[in-house]
């Protein structure tokens, strides 16, 4: 069974920097290609970042030159950095993959960043 769990998430002020990590269970992630989402409150869920199974990445533009992520192979691991945060970069970020054409979520992790 497949599991994603995030976490990492907290508030920081603007300008802070975050850092999220995603674990898996039951899947290899360098086998899949992994995307970071997020979501504010009364807006749809957004990509914000994917790395594919040959880590090619690509990013929002509003997180381009800000966020980065990757993948530790050894524990299984995809992290997404965040530096130079904003407010509008606040919601709930998922973790998440397709495999078998069906779509696996984490629980998702709260980023509140204040002005």
């Known amino acids: 069974q497949v599991q994603l769990v995030e976490s990492g998430g907290g508030l920081v002020q603007a300008g802070g920097s975050l850092r999220l990590s995603c674990a898996a269970s039951g899947i290899i992630f360098s086998n899949n290609d992994v995307d970071w989402y997020r979501q504010a409150p009364g807006k749809q869920r957004e990509l914000v970042t994917k790395i594919t199974s040959a880590g090619s990445t690509i990013y929002a533009d509003s997180v381009k030159g800000r966020f980065t992520i990757s993948r530790d192979n050894g524990k299984n691991t995809v992290h997404l950095q965040m530096n130079s945060l904003k407010p509008e970069d606040s919601g709930v970020y998922y973790c998440?993959?397709?495999?078998?054409?069906?779509?696996?979520w984490g629980q998702g992790t709260q980023v509140t960043v204040s002005s």
């Open positions: 998440h993959l397709i495999r078998n054409y069906f779509n696996y």
